[in-house]
């Protein structure tokens, strides 16, 4: 079903929601479901940076030493997801592939399970649950992987979802609600006495409406005449997946996620129950740059292969690079700006697909309310008002400039 377009006229509605990407639809399905009068603009509503992610659920095994706040909203976001993509399933009539199959993650050498236990130990600390394995129990849980495993975390409570079908979910969830699309690239903020008033787009048609949501994802910080001490500081952090197909024949290949960190890299494989296999992902930071490259894909296949050698009989059946939203502190930046009637709701950097139910939930609660609820005040976009990181002028240009 396509979505329901706006003609080139003005439109304007109570909120405007510039990104049609997971967190852009999220938001614009919540704000309907309020009675919000809303409007997506985005050329390819459903595209973005989700129709590249694995879709891991990954708060626990994805923790990071320093975001102990952000592991917060992982974890709220996680506990939600059940209902969440019931609801959406029951609006949508699409299945979302959400899975509660668990996560393990191994260690191949010494170094690994040194990093490894350091990780356990943190989640230990953080009150999450996860058990260490022996290499001989991890091979029992998964009898594809190497027989060098050294040993393991098992992690239950880190699932997976399918990011492709939850975007095109959350299209058709958005469509019902009566959410408009607006096909066309955004291309500069209206501000008008010193207020948002909605945007103008690529071809000139004017959008105008009481609030604006910047949820653009990696380009969030590209939409020309956002005022400097608002513009988010978001920057592009490139990802390569690659897509296998397992063959009936050798099904079940993985029953769990499986993850590691070879020789200091992050490789994972998430399994679908329709014979997908996603191995992820390479972290560069190249500015725009979406190309597959040779390394990126030898490195991701050596390092899987590593974990589990089997998968080099598996068709390799795509290849692609998507663009992470990332922050200075790797953290969203959700509801309002210092500028009246603009909202963020942008860099989630690797967290996007996890934080999508939370996200929308506090996005709906800051366009009625103007406030944050509280799970989310510590990711206001004013902590970053007045920080060094923030985009000089001369790297804000038109979201028409660059691939998402
Ligand atoms: N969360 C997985 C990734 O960003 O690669």
Redesign the pocket.
Known sequence: MHPRTTTPSATTADVLVVGGGIIGLVTAWRAAQRGLSTTVVDPEPGGGAAQV??G?L?AVT?LHYGEQTLLGLNLESARRYPDFAAELTEASGRDLGYRACGTLAVALDSDDRAHLRELHALQRRSGLASEWLSGRDCRRLEPMLAPGVRGGLRVDGDHQVDPRRLAAALVVACERAGVVFHRGWAERLSVVRDRARGIVTADGTELTADQTVLAAGSLSGRLADVPDDVLPPVRPVK?QVLRLTVPKAYAPFLSRTVRAVVRGGHVYLVPRENGELVV??T?EELGWDTTVTAGGVYELLRDAHELVPGITELPLTETRAGL?PGSPDNAPMLGPTRLAGLQLATGHF??GVLLTPVTGDVMAHALTTGELPDEARPFTPRRFADSPCAPSPATSAALTEQPV
């Open positions: 992610a694995a891991m990954a994805e990802g992820g992902a972290s992470r690797r967290n």
